[in-house]
């Protein structure tokens, strides 16, 4: 914030002034993006600095954003009480792992394998499919729980990880923003490799997936985060095929005594995806601008 | 006989495009496969099971329209999840969505360095996974809560509110989470939409008498960006009315008097815990009608923007 007045009041600002700006104008608005950054950044904060927080600092009030006396108390409690369970916590975090892994390679992988025909080339049934993808942005995936329990439990997938994996596979929103940035490859581009006597897949894999890495990594973020944070829902039920937000779960719903445990768990899942945003932003936000919608 | 000649050339024609097409069917398949069988297939099959009775265990039976006029007329309950799903996406939906926009267009004026923390921290709560479990701390309903321990210091209330177990604020709260989550897709949308308006609009605008950000907004940036506004409508609209998730871990599930059961609590309610799938499907169908109808009409009327 200070940094934004400091701006302001330069003459160095002044001087290059953008065009129809007034300062108060801009004061005010900062203002606000200020104010609702501090809310919107708050509780992650808290979140952050209480999993390192001894429990009698956890209800201070007014709490502390940073830790007075840094401890791990948290983390080893975590692990005291999971490990009280016959599945040892390591195990959790290796199901989601896995999870996470394999539906986001396989969803990077197989969704740009479609968007590169559906982005590139007319032939029939094009049109078809992708209008169906448009539509099933516009209903939540809760619609088709149901019928997608019916369906794994036909396929035999029922308490087997790919329960989880192949619907997320199949996610529309990363195949729709991948089509969508595909298309702005110049036509070019895959002419002359056609001409050099490139086969239609060594094109694909060779020139086009590695010209769409910025579309991955929103792909990866994406699914990442939905995956990340899976319980297994109805579809896992055996105790060690659980991910680790069910085994959260199970320590939330104990009462406020847990609030360190639960910090440190959420610290966790946090830090994960945030850091991964943090380093992938740029290409990310580069992807969104083809997300276009008619 | 001319007629049937050219559906046989048509037919000819359109099989050579195919073969001629191969390889794109072929990168197509894995995709296109596992979409129909978890995407499309199942909004016919949530269709067909709706006029069923079905549990899993015994094979379903046709009960034409009866899971409707269960839904519609004798379940108290879904009411109530009709309207709390209803005041939760009418608040959150367009809230959100604005809020979206407006942040995104406040940070867009920032220098990139400023710009990119700004864009991480709006967008981080919603890729936090669980984090928005510390609403539960702040929300606390002893003395220990953020929120009670301000309000009681403050001297606004005599006794801590029990916020998560009154049904008056339960729904206020879900709100003020949820809109906390909302900046996702919709806002990075926002933001590459902003980052890629031509620029020389702005200094042709501000020759053509455009005097302040407001007419400059409504005049260029907005119509620009139409294609991001359409996409980041689609998001919000399909979230908001499936808010679920934040109300069965922050109020619980079942909340008490139901103040925080939705459409889709409803719809989990009997499709994971009671097993009544063809009833559950009903629910998933209705879903689908509202959420496909509001898609729909929010499209028409964006498209009609700057026209």
Request: aromatic share 14%; hydrophobic share 50%; glycine share 6%.
């Amino acid at each position: 914030m200070q940094q934004i007045i400091k701006q302001i009041k330069s003459r160095k600002y002044r001087k290059t002034k953008r065009l129809n700006r007034s300062r108060t104008g801009d004061i005010t608005l900062f203002l606000i993006l200020a104010l609702f950054g501090v809310f919107s950044a708050f509780p992650l904060i808290m979140t952050a600095s209480n999993a390192f927080k001894p429990l009698d600092e956890l209800f201070l009030f007014p709490p502390r954003l940073l830790p007075r006396n840094i401890t791990f108390d948290n983390f080893r409690d975590l692990s005291e009480l999971i490990s009280n369970s016959w599945i040892p916590f390591s195990r959790y975090f290796f199901n989601t792992i896995m999870i996470t892994v394999l539906g986001t390679v396989g969803h990077v992988l197989i969704a740009s394998m479609c968007a590169y025909p559906l982005a590139k080339y007319k032939f029939p049934g094009r049109n078809l499919i992708f209008t169906l993808v448009v539509y099933s942005l516009m209903f939540a995936p809760q619609v088709t729980a149901t019928p997608n329990y019916i369906i794994v439990s036909r396929l035999g997938l029922v308490d087997n990880p790919a329960a989880i994996i192949l619907p997320a596979i199949a996610s529309s929103l990363g195949l729709y923003l991948m089509k969508q940035f595909m298309q702005q490859i110049p036509d070019e581009l895959i002419d002359c490799a056609k001409i050099d006597g490139a086969s239609e897949y060594r094109i694909f894999f060779q020139i086009v997936m590695p010209l769409v890495k910025p579309a991955w990594l929103t792909l990866i973020i994406l699914l990442f985060q939905r995956l990340w944070i899976t319980d297994g829902g109805s579809f896992i039920f055996s105790e060690e095929l659980k991910p680790v937000s069910y085994a959260l779960r199970q320590i939330a719903q104990g009462t406020i005594e847990r609030a360190g445990t639960i910090a440190a768990v959420s610290f966790i899942m946090m830090i994960v995806p945030v850091t991964f945003f943090i380093f992938s932003q740029a290409k990310i936000v580069e992807t969104f601008s083809h997300s276009g919608m008619k | 006989m001319e007629a049937k000649l050219n559906m046989k050339t048509k037919r000819k024609f359109l099989w050579k495009e195919i073969k001629k097409n191969k390889h794109n069917y072929i990168l197509m398949a894995p995709y296109v496969i596992l979409f129909m069988t978890f995407t499309i297939v199942p909004v016919f099959m949530s269709l067909g099971i709706s006029f069923t009775y079905y549990n899993l265990l015994e094979s379903p039976r046709f009960i034409g329209l009866d899971n409707y006029t269960n839904l519609l007329l004798n379940d108290d309950v879904f009411v109530i999840a009709i309207k709390n799903t209803l005041i939760l996406a009418v608040v959150t939906g367009p809230v959100s969505y604005m809020l979206a926009f407006v942040f995104a267009w406040l940070i867009n004026e920032l220098k990139p360095k400023l710009r990119a923390f700004m864009t991480l921290i709006f967008y981080a709560p919603s890729i936090s996974g669980n984090a928005f479990l510390i609403w539960l701390l702040i929300f606390s309903g002893d003395v220990h809560g953020y929120a009670n321990a301000f309000l009681l210091k403050m001297g606004i209330v005599d006794n801590p509110i029990l916020w998560l177990k009154d049904p008056t604020y339960m729904l206020g709260v879900i709100i003020l989470v949820q809109l906390w989550l909302s900046l996702g897709v919709s806002f990075l949308a926002f933001i590459a939409g902003l980052q890629s308006v031509d620029k020389t609009l702005y200094e042709a605008g501000a020759i053509d008498g455009i005097r302040n950000r407001w007419q400059e907004l409504w005049f260029i940036t907005l119509p620009s960006m139409k294609p991001q506004l359409l996409f980041g409508a689609v998001m919000q609209i399909t979230t908001s009315l499936a808010i679920a998730e934040v109300s069965m871990q922050l109020v619980g599930f079942p909340s008490i008097q139901y103040a925080g059961h939705t459409i889709v609590t409803h719809l989990i309610d009997y499709g994971s815990t009671r097993f009544n799938l063809g009833y559950a499907s009903a629910i998933a169908t209705l879903l689908f009608i509202i959420m496909m109808s509001a898609n729909l009409f929010v499209r028409s009327i964006l498209r009609k923007v700057g026209e």
